[in-house]
């Protein structure tokens, strides 16, 4: 008997497409954070337990696999607890309720946003030159307060010369992160959490970790200057941006940096 596709009303259809939204986001983020077999097994969990309760319905079973989903509820939440604070806090950041109105407004971008900018590319470029290390995390929307808290608090102007100085090899605070909020560096020598993603390349040290796991909790914007080769690279929503010169890491921090902030 052929399926009478009549019945699918609009929000059917919507329910739908959100389901399969929800899925997507889920697979990004598990993916970003190496835990990608897991979203796997969850889904292949999924499918059976729908199989078993609603098309064969088996009803021992069934009752089983209903006992473990709702156990497994509460073990999701503590295996996940990172992801889900992410979530919420970005959720619930001063970006999302303002964000409809600044669409509506239209973004306001001038010459004086993008001179924020230029100290921090020149002295990555400076850096990379000279091989320094250094690691500048952007905050965006998500507070990096608690991350500020394991450094030195400097609250100054973002100013190049300061940048270098910050990381060159004999300072106390060139090992940690910088963190810059708006127009200010905030703090230096700061300690990140690490992602322990298992594809990440295995020449990649400790700062390329450090960043890609700033990344994937908050939604800050991290650059990463190689202490080995004096590449730029970009850790940005849990993805890596290798080896980048100084135009595309310019329009980059434009774009994703001063256009969203």
């Known amino acids: 008997m052929p399926f009478d596709f009549s019945i699918i009303s609009l929000k059917d259809i919507l329910d739908i497409l959100l389901v399969a939204f929800i899925l997507y986001k889920t697979y990004k983020v598990m993916k970003s954070s190496g835990s990608i077999n897991i979203f796997i097994g969850i889904l292949v969990f999924i499918i059976i337990w729908i199989i078993v309760s609603q098309v064969l319905q088996m009803r021992l079973l069934g009752s089983i696999f209903d006992k473990l989903v709702s156990v497994g509820v509460i073990a999701l939440i503590v ?51 000279g091989k320094v290390g250094a690691l500048i995390v952007l905050e965006k929307d998500v507070p990096l307060d608690n991350i500020v808290m394991t450094g030195d608090v400097i609250d100054a102007n973002i100013n190049q010369r300061l940048i270098e100085n910050i990381f060159f090899k004999n300072s106390p605070l060139h090992d940690g992160a910088m963190i810059i909020s708006g127009k200010r560096i905030k703090a230096a020598g700061c300690i990140l959490p690490v992602s322990h993603n298992l594809n990440i390349p295995k020449e990649l040290g ?56």
């Open 79 to 129: 295996l996940f607890q990172d992801e889900i604070r992410q979530f919420l806090l970005t959720l619930g950041s001063r970006y999302r309720s303002n964000s409809l109105f600044r669409f509506l407004k239209g973004k306001k971008y001038n010459d004086s946003n993008k001179n924020d900018i230029m100290p921090i590319v020149m002295a990555c470029l400076s850096m990379g030159k």
């Open 206 to 261: 400790l700062r390329h970790r450090a960043a890609l796991g700033v990344s994937q909790e908050t939604d800050a914007l991290a650059i990463i200057v190689s202490e080995e080769t004096g590449g730029i690279s970009i850790a940005y929503k849990g993805e890596f941006y290798l080896k980048l010169n100084a135009e595309e890491l310019e329009r980059m921090l434009t774009n994703e940096y001063i256009n969203q902030a």
